[in-house]
């Protein structure tokens, strides 16, 4: 079964930095876009930051210049570094894949706070 895994994420001080991982789990063929998302409380859940099978990118206007994104393709991984966090960043981020064949999968959302 394909499925995504996440780690990373936790408590953290405004100006602190994390980084969150995603990683592809199970046989696949190819990943056609791999990105992150975070909902926020009593809020609608948006788009981060996202990257395209040519490695383009794109985020969401709030986390640019503070947030990168990235992958290792060889472990079908993608990476969400978050710098100069702010508490408006607090949120439970979750990964989401467009896999080739698959669909898209959703991973189990883990928890950033930023205290002020």
């Known amino acids: 079964q394909v499925q995504l895994v996440e780690s990373g994420g936790g408590l953290v001080q405004a100006g602190g930095s994390l980084r969150l991982s995603c990683a592809v789990s199970g046989r696949i063929v190819s990943i056609n876009t791999m990105g992150w998302y975070r909902q926020a409380p009593g809020k609608q859940r948006e788009l981060v930051a996202v990257?395209?099978?040519?490695?383009?990118?794109n985020y969401v206007d709030s986390v640019k210049g503070r947030f990168t994104i990235s992958r290792d393709i060889a472990k079908n991984t993608v990476y969400l570094q978050m710098n100069s966090l702010k508490p408006e960043d607090t949120a439970i981020y979750y990964c989401?894949?467009?896999?080739?064949?698959?669909?898209?999968?959703w991973g189990q959302g883990t928890q950033v706070t930023v205290s002020s």
């Open positions: 989401n894949a467009n896999v080739v064949a698959v669909g898209t999968l």
């Open positions: 990257i395209i099978r040519s490695g383009s990118t």
